[in-house]
């Protein structure tokens, strides 16, 4: 597809769900991809399916040297980094008054300091190539308030006034970064894994099972924002069930 093919782009959380869809999609687009997550066999797996065009490293999001080491990779098999799609992410759920302090330091570690961590590694580059595109994964949850799962919609409105702030940022400096926020309603991924066993988690479960929709839509989205010309910014897309509220 046009102003997709020969792109090379950097994926965070492509071991499962939205970022190995959104990876098969692009590669068959013709775009240069490098996979990054934590479970290497995924990885290894899914680049293998791909072909030459697409590599990987394990690499864990909160680890700045891992996502600076992600670059160094992209630019040393495909000379450069044009797109990075900063898509891991994590969601234990539950109350606040649960007090679950790890879960919730480990969401702001992986949804908001990782998304950091992979865009300071790009963003020199982007800056002196005065060109860059980066898409990040919201979640409805973003958009308003959500009982049973504050600190994740927490991590989740930061990433939108970040990056929408970044955005104008960019364009104050001339240096023609674009910027995407994607807002997934209900997917039918391995997001829910990491919910502790509760009736919340059932009730999760079973609307996914019946409403969610299946993690192509969010590629479809990624693959619309990435493939329009140089002067076009599909700044924020909501994307959700129709059942979904
Ligand atoms: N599914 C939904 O309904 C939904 C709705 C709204 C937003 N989202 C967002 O969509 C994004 C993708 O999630 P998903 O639904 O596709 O769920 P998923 O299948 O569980 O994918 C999450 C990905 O994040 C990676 N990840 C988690 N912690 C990481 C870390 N510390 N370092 C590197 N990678 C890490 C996981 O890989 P490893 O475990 O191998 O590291 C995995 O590849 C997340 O940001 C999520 O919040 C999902």
């Avoid at 302090?101 to 992979?118: A, E, F, P, T």
Wanted: hydrophobic letters at 40%; a neutral charge.
């Amino acid at each position: 597809m046009k102003n997709v093919e020969n792109k090379v782009i950097i994926i965070t959380g492509a071991s499962s769900g939205i970022g190995e869809e959104t990876a098969k999609l692009l590669a068959k687009n013709g775009a240069k991809i490098v996979l990054s997550a934590r479970r290497e066999d995924r990885l290894q797996c899914l680049a293998s399916q791909l072909g030459e065009n697409v590599v990987y490293l394990k690499s864990d999001v909160s680890n700045l040297d891992d996502m600076n080491a992600l670059v160094a990779l992209a630019k040393e098999k495909f000379g450069r980094v044009d797109v990075l799609f900063a898509n891991a992410g994590v969601m234990p759920g539950g109350n606040m008054s649960e007090l679950k302090v790890q879960d919730w330091m480990s969401m702001v570690d992986i949804n908001i300091k990782g998304v950091l961590n992979s865009i300071a590694a790009v963003l020199p580059d982007f800056i002196s190539q005065k060109s860059g595109h980066i898409v990040v994964t919201s979640s409805v949850a973003g958009t308003k308030s959500v009982p049973g799962n504050a600190v994740y919609a927490g991590t989740k409105h930061f990433v939108r006034a970040m990056l929408d702030s970044f955005r104008t940022e960019s364009v104050l400096e001339g240096t023609n970064i674009r910027t995407t926020t994607i807002y997934p309603g209900a997917i039918k991924t391995e997001l829910l894994n990491t919910i502790a066993p509760s009736k919340t988690k059932s009730m999760v479960e079973e609307f996914y099972k019946n409403v969610g929709l299946e993690p192509d839509v969010i590629a479809n989205a990624v693959l619309y924002a990435v493939s329009q010309p140089d002067n076009v910014d599909v700044s924020d897309m909501v994307v959700r069930p129709s059942k979904e509220n």
